[in-house]
């Protein structure tokens, strides 16, 4: 579409948005009303929100609109998953300038309706403003369908840890990014576009997950948090984590241990879970470690060690050039 945001108007912009929607099946009324109406047949809905700022987040040199779009719904639809519930509907919101072209947010939001079509959600409504800055507000709905939410408070000693999904893949990307090249390209997209294990989430509840949560700000920040709110212990294997050869090839090129990457990158959006020991997981769930009694205060440790390093997603202590 040639032409501005400005140019195509609130009203316009909206109209154009609305007509990338796809129909989802909890969405029972979409955009054109004053609210939407979204399917809650357990009674309780799961909710979660994330905002993503353009060069805090994510930078339009690096990804397209439609990364951007896929990017911003993936992290909150994980969050959902992470509860053990099935992602059914979010909601938008969008701040964009007036001279952006108007191409950007309609491919933003064939982004946002492919993940949602990917996690089995739709988009049921939301929000367009004008800013200075490209900010994109995400609320992510799920349904539980009659199984109680699996909090961060639930590991207990004798549990095994296990993950399903990508770690460090992110991270690695993001140092592939910073230094100017595009490849390997498995790993500048999980960047760009991560893909979480949207299945995994229910399922761990259907299994019998204590405690679970995404893994968006880092391995071993998201486990800390599962550690302090079960007052617990968790201890990490690192020969139990996988660590690719590519990923290895670029840690040797940019002089980095890709452990670190694995341990504290984020953003890959894997589901990390502890289950009671003798669970039998199926495939695509590695086990990885295991809850143990507590320390005083609460910790994660690697092969019964504190990680040394820094690591993990802080918003107001991680540097900008940590995009």
């Known amino acids: 579409m040639k032409g501005t945001v400005g140019e195509l108007g609130e009203f316009g912009l909206i109209r154009e948005l609305t007509a990338r929607i ?112 490209i900010t994109v507000s995400i609320t992510a709905l799920g349904d539980l369908r009659h199984r109680e939410p699996v909090t961060r408070s639930g590991a207990r000693p004798g549990d095994v840890v296990a993950v399903n999904g990508w770690l460090g893949w992110s991270a690695a990307g993001y140092a592939v990014l910073a230094r100017g090249f595009r490849s390997p390209r498995a790993f500048v997209e999980a960047h760009r576009r991560p ?19 995404d893994v968006s700000d880092g391995l071993l920040a998201d486990l800390g948090h599962i550690a302090r709110a079960s007052h617990v212990r968790i201890n990490l294997r690192s020969a139990a984590l996988d660590v690719p050869a590519q990923m290895s090839d670029i840690g040797n090129a940019v002089g980095v241990d890709p452990l670190e990457w694995v341990l504290t990158g984020g953003e890959d959006h894997a589901i990390v879970a502890t289950f009671p020991p003798h669970t039998k997981l199926p495939a695509r769930w590695r086990r990885i470690g295991e809850v143990l009694p507590p320390t005083a205060p609460p910790a994660v440790t690697v092969d019964d060690a504190l990680w040394d390093r820094a690591g993990g997603w802080d918003h107001f202590n991680t540097p900008e050039e940590a995009l």
């Open 195 to 213: 893909e979480p294990p949207y299945a995994a989430g229910p399922l761990a509840a259907e299994l019998g997950a204590t405690s679970m949560t």
């Open 22 to 133: 796809s129909d989802a099946p909890a969405v029972r009324l979409g955009p054109g009303d004053d609210a939407a109406v979204v399917a809650a047949p357990d009674r309780r809905v799961v909710a979660t929100t994330d905002i993503l700022v353009e060069g805090r987040h994510f930078r339009r040199d690096w990804s397209t609109a439609y990364d951007v779009g896929r990017k911003a719904a993936a992290q909150n639809l994980a969050d959902v998953a992470a509860m053990g519930a099935s992602p059914t509907a979010l909601l938008l919101g969008l701040v964009v300038p007036a001279e952006l072209s108007a191409t950007w947010p309609l491919e933003l939001m064939d982004g946002i309706r492919d993940e949602c079509r990917a996690a089995g959600a739709g988009v049921a409504g939301g929000d367009v403003v004008r800013g200075a800055t």
